[in-house]
């Protein structure tokens, strides 16, 4: 028997990829994708961990 969820997950996932998909109606993959790494980058969790894998020789994060 299922209990009654008050977190869940894929619904938070579908609920993102909505809001992301709204952000970047109207434009290009190859806009969308840079809007989607600038955020990133400006992370503050995020940002120095993608820099550092970019950093590493032989990775491309992109």
Same mark, same amino acid.
């Given at each position: 028997?299922?209990?009654?969820?008050?977190?869940?997950?894929?619904?938070?996932?579908?609920?993102? =990829?909505?809001?992301?998909? #709204? #952000?970047? *109606?109207? @434009? *290009?993959?190859? #806009?969308?994708?840079?809007? =989607?790494?600038?955020?990133?980058?400006?992370?503050?969790? @995020?940002?120095?961990?993608?820099?550092?894998?970019? *950093?590493?020789?032989?990775?491309?994060?992109?």
């Amino acid at each position: 028997m299922m209990k009654n969820k008050k977190f869940d997950c894929v619904q938070m996932k579908w609920d993102i =990829q909505q809001q992301i998909a #709204e #952000e970047s *109606s109207g @434009l *290009s993959d190859a #806009e969308a994708h840079k809007v =989607q790494i600038d955020k990133v980058v400006q992370n503050p969790i @995020l940002g120095p961990f993608y820099k550092k894998v970019r *950093s590493v020789k032989g990775i491309s994060a992109k």
